[in-house]
């Protein structure tokens, strides 16, 4: 079956632009996370979603961060006025019951590159 | 911050066991214990998690210490494709720290 996919796969994006990163989870899957992940670390909770509520954006870093999941299903990530720092890859985990004990399963990601 | 401590990396030859740990002293008595590892260009996976028994799955085994203040991943018979990074982190946290890259050599 489909897993969680993420588009675009790359994305560049010149400083000051705004960017919007999608995510599809699995069917039927209740949660939805996301995370930002600097070269050579390991992945930061940005926010989670249970069906179409955000029910933690406490790891969003600025508010130029902004994520929606308005049908619980697709979410979107947007990033306004990026900046260099907010170079990353973003991955998107979803997971079937709505609590945060359930098993995660995450996208490919999407790199970001701010020039 | 993780609430989970790992080595920054482990090595092990191709066939072997290999023992990779965990601690997590502040747990509290509702986490689970999850492991995930990441593959090179890909997302993080799913390898297996607990609460207080040791579990076994087809991938590999969690033991948990006693007090649950940590626990140990074990990989009955490393292969080149084990070779990545993993990840130990508290389900009720979902913190991923730096993670242990495991190095398997042939």
């Known amino acids: 079956g489909a897993g969680v996919s993420q588009s675009p796969r790359y994305k560049v994006a010149k400083r000051g632009q705004d960017v919007a990163l999608r995510c599809d989870p699995i069917s039927g899957h209740v949660s939805l996370f996301w995370y930002q992940q600097a070269l050579g670390q390991g992945p930061e909770f940005l926010t989670y979603?249970?069906?179409?509520?955000?029910?933690?954006k406490s790891g969003l870093p600025s508010d130029r961060f902004f994520a929606e999941r308005p049908e619980g299903s697709v979410s979107t990530l947007k990033i306004q006025r990026t900046q260099q720092e907010d170079s990353a890859v973003y991955l998107c985990?979803?997971?079937?019951?709505?609590?945060?004990?359930?098993?995660?399963?995450f996208g490919p990601g999407t790199r970001l590159t701010v020039l | 911050d993780a609430k989970t401590t790992q080595p920054n990396s482990m090595e092990s030859n191709e066939e072997e066991p290999v023992h990779l740990p965990c601690n997590h002293s502040?747990?509290?008595?509702?986490?689970?214990i999850h492991w995930y590892r990441q593959l090179p260009s890909q997302g993080p996976e799913y390898v297996i998690h607990?609460?207080?028994s040791n579990v076994n799955n087809r991938m590999a085994s969690l033991a948990i210490a006693e007090d649950r203040k940590s626990s140990t991943l074990i990989l009955h018979r490393a292969t080149l494709r084990d070779a990545a990074v993993y990840y130990c982190?508290?389900?009720?946290?979902?913190?991923f720290g730096a993670g242990t890259r495991l190095t398997v050599k042939p």
């Open positions: 979603f249970q069906n179409e509520a955000q029910l933690d």
């Open positions: 985990a979803s997971s079937l019951i709505g609590t945060r004990t359930d098993t995660q399963y």
């Open positions: 607990g609460l207080t």
């Open positions: 502040t747990i509290s008595g509702t986490d689970y």
């Open positions: 982190i508290l389900s009720l946290d979902m913190r």
